[in-house]
């Protein structure tokens, strides 16, 4: 695999992460080729932080070129920074997925740039739990509004061009909420429970050329506890995840590896947990 990679001028400095470092080597170049991954155009949500940085720096070790949107565009610009300094290719976009406009311009940035999209990861999410009694409505249609619309906006960008092109695959990121509910989750749990239900109707139509993938993560170690706003909920969280949270790149390996699998090999479902979550 070639070190030659597209470089990007970028003043930001890059910050600093706790997400997988990017790491190219000869040895890895026949693993790389096989994979399924070499080359593949992969747009991601959420992409500056957690879940969704961890999974930009391990395609792009593995000859991805990703184009990466979320809202904090000095982290994207980081981000990009690093990825283009290790020799691989990276573009990006400031992404609000609650505008149906920045899905489109996301899959459209990855078309122009590098030809085609192979791979769109909708993983833009949020989880401001608390009990209903608290009636935090603002907070419930900002999960409806990330969480649902966010997914149902991707699906609407990528499938014209995924049917066009006769290829495509669509990753996104469910939880293990949307497996079981429990008290103070109930909005929360039901977005995650409608993304399944999209998903899997989604993979149903689908048909024989595109796939369609849902990554369910239990307690992962990101930073979704800033959206907490109930302070007994958010200190019994941090204590849960100072415990026994798995770290953001658990979950990158199960979306890469759903990626890389052959054309014909549809991974319906990847449900990952720590191994201590009940």
């Known amino acids: 695999m070639s070190e030659s990679r597209l470089t990007f001028d970028f003043t930001a400095q890059p910050i600093a992460t706790k997400s997988l470092p990017l790491v190219r080597s000869p040895e890895l170049k026949d693993e790389n080729s096989m994979s399924g991954t070499e080359g593949k155009v992969v747009a991601i949500t959420g992409a ?29 610009e980081a981000l990009a920074n690093r990825i283009a300094g290790a020799g691989g290719e990276a ?19 990855a078309c122009e740039r590098y030809g085609k999209l192979d791979v769109l990861v909708s993983n833009a999410g949020i989880g401001p739990i608390s009990p209903l009694d608290d009636l935090r409505v603002s907070e419930w249609e900002d999960m409806i509004d990330i969480n649902i619309k966010g ?6 960008a990528a499938l014209p061009g995924f049917r066009k092109q006769g290829f495509g695959h669509f990753v996104n990121t469910a939880s293990t909420a949307g497996l079981i509910t429990r008290p103070t989750m109930s909005v929360c749990s039901g977005t995650k429970f409608a993304v399944r239900a999209i998903s899997e109707g989604l993979r149903q139509e689908a048909g024989d050329k595109l796939r369609v993938t849902i ?9 979704f506890l800033e959206a907490v706003t109930n302070l007994e909920v958010r200190t019994q969280l941090a204590a849960s995840r100072d415990k026994f949270a798995i770290s953001p790149d658990a979950i990158a390996r199960a979306i890469v590896y759903a990626i890389e699998q052959p054309a014909d090999v549809d991974v319906g479902e990847i449900v990952i947990r720590p191994t201590a979550q009940g």
Do not use: H
């Open 91 to 109: 573009a990006y976009a400031c992404t609000d997925v609650r505008r149906r406009d920045d899905l489109s311009n996301l899959v459209k940035l």
């Open 48 to 76: 500056s932080s957690g879940i969704g940085e961890a999974t930009a720096l391990l395609l792009a070790g593995r000859g991805a070129k990703v184009v990466l949107g979320a809202r904090r565009s000095d982290r994207l």
């Open 151 to 156: 997914v149902l906006y991707g699906i609407a």
């Open 215 to 223: 990554i369910s993560p239990g307690f992962v170690q990101t930073d």
